[in-house]
């Protein structure tokens, strides 16, 4: 049985994966005189859309809302366009689609480098944007089932349910690891403690569930941080639950 809740995850048999369904949610960041074009065309095909008309404002929605892709034409806010996508890679690892009328396919091998997942130059069929979000999305899924996860000095084989830091081996329980994956294959995404216990004990939560959750979260971060009392990995998000810090990565 599959069920999508309102975050944009499909929850099967207990399973939690991103969702390329009309509750995903797009960021959209472009230039207010260009932003209802493309937030109409994805709008008509289902999708949520959020809206940023700054880098500063898109980083913020990044750091507030669990965003499932990203559509931007960093070259029509500001003229260091490149530099911003390089901070919008390191906090998420979501599908990024740059619209762009730059007829320089230098800078644009330079973007797609970057960690830009496709581009496409404007003038441009808004279907054709919707389109490439949805391709892009569902690639992404299937790259959430990749066996083997690289942060930093910590290394994560998922279909050996092992964790290294630094090349020795980390033993975790059974729900400390299946939390640490969940974070780490959706890494910048945040997810609230009942959906963590949905996805890691796979029931129904309760007026304990998120206690439980707590605990694992402090167990996990003494095992995987190197200062668990200020943790760079697996960071709390006020009043809202827990995100894998990919900035953290980048920067280890």
């Given amino acids: 049985m599959v069920r999508s809740n309102q975050r944009g995850l499909a929850i099967t048999d207990g399973a939690m994966i991103l969702d390329d369904s009309q509750y995903s949610r797009i960021l959209v960041v472009d230039s207010t005189d ?3 074009v493309t937030t109409n065309a994805l709008r008509s095909d289902g999708w949520q859309v959020v809206e940023a008309t700054t880098f500063d404002r898109a980083l913020a929605q990044l750091r507030s809302d669990a965003i499932h892709a990203i ?8 003229p260091g366009g490149l530099d911003a996508v390089i901070d919008i890679r390191r906090m998420t690892n979501v599908p990024i689609l740059v619209t762009t009328s730059l007829a320089d396919r230098t800078v644009l091998v330079a973007a797609l480098r970057l960690g830009v997942d496709d581009y496409v130059t404007k003038p441009v069929w808004p279907s054709e944007i919707a389109a490439r979000v949805a391709a892009l999305l569902r690639r992404s899924k299937r ?10 000095h910590l290394v994560i084989d998922i279909a050996s349910r092992q964790a290294f830091i630094a090349g020795e081996e980390v033993r975790l329980p059974k729900h400390e ?3 640490l994956a969940l974070l780490a294959q959706h890494a910048g995404t945040v997810f609230a403690r009942n959906e963590i216990f949905a996805h890691v004990w796979r029931e129904g939560h309760d007026e304990n569930s998120s206690a439980i959750v ?6 996990l971060r003494r095992a995987v941080e190197s200062d668990p009392r200020h943790p760079r990995l697996i960071q709390t998000v006020q009043r809202r639950g827990y995100r894998f810090n990919l900035g953290a990565l980048a920067a280890s």
Wanted: proline share 3%; no cysteine.
């Fill in 177 to 179: 690891f299946d939390v």
């Fill in 34 to 36: 260009e932003l209802d």
């Fill in 143 to 152: 790259g959430e089932q990749q066996s083997r996860i690289e942060a930093g």
């Fill in 71 to 78: 559509v931007v034409d960093p070259f029509n806010i500001e």
């Fill in 214 to 219: 707590v605990e694992h979260v402090r167990r």
